[in-house]
């Protein structure tokens, strides 16, 4: 016994003609069922649409090694120039977020710590850059340079 099938009722387009209480014979489930989609057309696909698998640069995250590593690093007192790039990539993957807030609640004095390595690599991006960015007075500031 089927249930009648009321067109009207449904929120898809649906043809009359359509048979819609039809069931694939056991038998023949894997016939059906064994076709593999075309990867190389489907990826075509979404090519044409624009969408792309590639990383566009947002989504970032750290693993739990990484956090607890940041963690560590941000309670010793005198880190390596290598603890504190490691610490400094972790904590601007960080920068932002919900764990960033964590992080910086449940370790003692962690906001200065954090500050000091931010403002440290700053001071050496400064350093290492053109004049243009060490300009201080407000008449030498030229946008164009910037442009």
């Known amino acids: 016994m089927e249930p009648e099938i009321n067109p009207d009722n449904l929120d898809i387009e649906y043809d009359e003609n359509e048979a819609v209480g039809i069931q694939i014979p056991q038998e023949e489930l894997d016939e059906v069922f064994s076709n593999m989609p075309d990867l190389d057309e489907e ?4 090519n044409r649409y624009g969408i792309s698998g590639d990383d566009n640069g947002f989504a970032q995250g750290v693993t739990y ?16 120039q290598a603890q504190k790039e ?8 960080l920068q932002g977020t919900e764990l960033f807030s964590l992080l910086e609640n449940s370790i003692e004095s962690a906001s200065r710590k ?7 690599t700053l001071s050496a991006v400064t350093d290492n850059s053109s004049s243009t960015l060490r300009k201080s007075g407000l008449s030498d500031f ?6």
Do not use: H, M, P
């Open 142 to 147: 030229d946008i164009g340079e910037f442009v």
């Open 43 to 46: 990826e075509e696909e979404w």
């Open 86 to 93: 490691t610490a400094v990539a972790i904590v601007q993957k």
């Open 114 to 120: 954090i500050a000091e390595l931010l403002d440290s």
């Open 65 to 80: 090694d990484e956090l607890s590593s940041v963690g560590t690093l941000l309670q010793k007192e005198n880190l390596e």
